[in-house]
């Protein structure tokens, strides 16, 4: 069973970086794609961005200045770096796999606060 | 941006049918996709790139369309589907609709 977990910390300050982790399970991230969607209060869903399977990264270019996606394979694990951030990146953070049939697995979320 | 529009909400009494649209600004081909998303959980994929329904899906759930224009479609409804159902495209960078929260009478 493929299962993705969020980790992180919970509250950012203001003008700091958010940093996420991905661990997942039942599935090697060296296959697919694995990539990044946030959930804004009110409903709004972004995809953020992602990292295939070779390696290569493709961002929202709406946040292509900020973001950074990368991997550690021999952990299993990708990892979410979002520069400079404001109150307007709080939301809850979603992990997830696959892209052009849709996001298959998801993580549970976490919800970051930006706040100081 | 390829802009999804999806109506804010819908209630239906269960047993019915229920049709829940997507309108894409620029065409996706066939890549649009459905998710059902309950509070305090993470959305589920139901139906991929058009029609196709995901593993573990009930059958109840089924979708179409093309180009621009996509429906969810549930028969019948079932209490267990009160939630929100957003559409997604992946024929450009990834973007989702702002969701149609389905109640039940």
């Known amino acids: 069973e493929v299962q993705l977990q969020e980790s992180g910390p919970g509250l950012v300050k203001p003008s700091q970086s958010l940093s996420l982790t991905c661990s997942v399970t039942g599935y090697s991230i060296t296959n697919n794609y694995w990539g990044w969607i946030r959930k804004f209060p009110g409903n709004k869903m972004e995809w953020m961005g992602y990292i295939s399977h070779s390696g290569s990264t493709a961002y929202n270019p709406s946040l292509k200045s900020r973001i950074s996606i990368t991997r550690d394979t021999s952990k299993n694990q990708f990892f979410l770096q979002l520069n400079s951030v404001t109150t307007e990146d709080t939301a809850t953070y979603y992990c997830?796999?696959?892209?052009?049939?849709?996001?298959?697995?998801w993580g549970q979320g976490t919800l970051v606060t930006v706040s100081s | 941006d390829t802009v999804l529009t999806q109506s804010p909400a819908l209630a239906v009494s269960p047993g019915e049918r229920v049709s829940i649209s997507c309108r894409a600004s620029?065409?996706?081909?066939?890549?649009m996709h459905w998710y059902q998303q309950k509070p305090g959980q993470q959305p589920k994929l139901l139906i991929y790139k058009t029609s196709n329904l995901a593993s573990g899906v009930p059958a109840r759930f089924s979708g179409s369309g093309s180009g621009t224009d996509f429906t969810l479609t549930i028969d019948p409804v079932e209490a267990d589907d009160t939630a929100t159902y957003f559409c997604?495209?992946?024929?450009?960078?990834?973007?989702f609709g702002a969701g149609t929260k389905l109640e039940l009478k």
């Open positions: 997830a796999s696959s892209i052009s049939t849709g996001f298959t697995y």
């Open positions: 997604q495209q992946s024929w450009n960078d990834p973007t």
């Open positions: 620029e065409g996706v081909n066939s890549f």
